[in-house]
């Protein structure tokens, strides 16, 4: 039976090398049967969490009325939730880890959250992979603490410039994961 994948990207360059890890998974998932929905974050105008403790009062997952309330359902009726980024600054871009932090609102707001499957597919220019400990420490963190099964991660260093996952066998990988997921 079919997963119901949400792949939440979180570069704000269109095809650009996080963009086309997650198209090549979304490939791979959906040829294996499975639905998927991708959420470009960076399109959205997703406000940063206040902490008011307003969440699901009324009809919304945000007391704030931006997009995330938007994607909130999508989000929240997953089977799974893929994670796609580019390494900022050692960690994730500023657009994809306020709808992160949003997540808060669905424990707040008592929505069933927990028991879904997660995978983190991420690339950045730096040669080394230890530049990417604080995204990943922070993606694992996350999932243990949602109670989210880690279906695995794909990091991908060496890849600055737009194309620049060409000269890697970073899609391939990424379409098998999403093949295998």
Not at 13 to 23: E, F, I, P, T, V
Not at 102 to 111: L, S
Not at 154 to 169: R, S, Y
Request: aromatic share 10%.
């Amino acid at each position: 039976m079919g997963k119901n994948i949400v792949v939440l990207t979180g570069s704000p360059r269109k095809g650009g090398n996080s963009d086309r890890m997650a198209d090549a998974f979304i490939r791979g998932a959906q040829e294996a049967g499975h639905t998927t929905v991708k959420i470009e974050t960076a399109a959205l105008d997703v406000k940063g969490c206040r902490a008011c403790d307003g969440c699901y009062r009324g009809s919304r997952a945000c007391f704030f009325n931006d997009d995330f309330n938007s994607i909130a359902q999508s989000v929240l009726e997953a089977d799974a939730v893929v994670v796609a980024t580019p390494l900022y600054w050692f960690s994730f871009p500023a657009q994809i880890k306020n709808v992160i932090d949003k997540f808060y609102a669905f424990v707040v707001g008592g929505k069933e959250f927990k028991n879904k499957e997660c995978a983190l597919l991420t690339c950045g220019g730096d040669s080394e992979e230890k530049a990417f400990d604080g995204l990943v420490r922070s993606y694992e963190l996350i999932a243990e603490y949602l109670g989210w099964k880690d279906r695995g991660r794909l990091v991908l260093t060496g890849v600055n410039a737009k194309g620049d996952i060409e000269k890697t066998d970073g899609l391939v990988r990424a379409e098998k994961m999403g093949a295998e997921f």
